[in-house]
């Protein structure tokens, strides 16, 4: 019972900031710390939330004890929210954009951390979606969505039931499918990223990728490692910003 | 009394590995929780303890209740250590490298997951160092060992009173000082990197890089972002992989 409440709140001033800027709708009410020091960001987190006609109260917050851990900073800010709207893979071929469209695929990363950094990074990035698995990964979480810095609200979130089946209709909507992999003989730095619609796939730390998507890849890349492998979020920003960086040269800001 | 104590151990698989690998004396003693799955990881560690004739306890781990929070995941193991041991930057500038040195600076980080990651991500894009200040960053807690996957053993912490006066000491060595900054005017993919030694300077998400240190930076340099900036450690991995990336270019492994 507990922990589905906690998905019911979001907590921290960028994650609240940011669904006030682009999602209002999901929130339904804003509890600010008795005492806490109105700096810049919870002032506009104030103005916003007035401007939105959003009811705000002020309360200890002893009363977000038993919901939250209590190591959890919640920078005196907590909002009572709809979960975020995930889209469906159909919906966003549909959706049109100038020039390619490039996603990230995660399968099978379960870890809330390195699922907030990607979101985040894959945003900064300007990609256009990223997708997950429905039971292999995990969820949005509050702890996803303080991690990615409210970065839920500016992306995408393609949850399908089949990453495969997924995969494949993106491959028909002329997508190509980029895996990463240890033992791949490309560096992530040898392909263009410049001229497809194309899909980066990152595995978890411990598994990789499953081999049924290896499979289906149109390319496979890896990255160099002096020590282990790289953790799978710097890993997905490293690519993410080669891709990026191959794009800027070819057309400049 | 309960802070330090804990600078005293270090906890999880990863760790415990790289520290046996790399620095087993700094290991005292490694405890092994009752009744845990002995994976292949664990079954490394306990044949390199052996080998090094280091002190095997088997035991509950409820005495370790009072000294690490309960929600981490210790993953059965825990060894006693001495701490890290920090370089200092004459020593650093003294050993002997064939071709350019690289390093990393970090001005007042002081997230542990942060400073954690770019230990992990320094080592693995072959970088020389990691270099922190003595009042301004953390320390090498056991969440920071734990967080760089025991990074922390295989490249060297430079620990300074004043990055200043380190920074000046760097650049009469012929090292040349890249700031990261929002408003530089370079993308860091436009600086050559395979022709010097290097010494990039990281700051902190919230104020960035501090005036004085700025002033002495030979290049700054951005990274494009569509969604705020991006999280430090990120940004640190498309920088450092970015040099790697044209030093491998100049001279493919």
Known sequence: MEKKS?????????????????NPKRINKIFI????????RLKKIYNLACENKINIQKTSFKKF????????NLQGVVASVSPVEYTNIE?????????????VILDGISDPHN????????AAAGFDAVMI???????????????????????PIIKTSSLSASIDLL????????????????N??????????FAVVMGSEGSGISKTILNKADFTIKLESNFESLNVSAAAAVILYEALRQIRIKSPL
């Open 115 to 122: 699922f907030g950094a990607i979101i985040r990074t894959a």
């Open 33 to 40: 710390q008795n005492g806490v020091f109105f700096d810049n």
């Open 91 to 103: 919906d966003f071929l549909k959706t049109e954009k100038d020039g390619y469209k490039k996603i």
């Open 171 to 186: 491959k028909k909507n002329d997508f190509w499918v980029i895996a990463t992999q240890m033992e791949a003989k490309q």
């Open 133 to 155: 698995s429905n039971h292999r990964s995990v969820s949005v979480t509050p702890l996803v969505e303080k991690i990615s810095s409210g970065a839920v609200n500016h992306i």
């Open 65 to 72: 004890d038993d919901i939250f851990e209590h190591d959890l």
């Open 6 to 22: 906690t998905e019911n709140y979001i907590y921290g001033k960028n994650p609240i900031y940011e669904c006030l800027l682009k």
């Open 188 to 197: 992530y730095y040898e392909i263009d990223y410049t001229d497809m619609n």
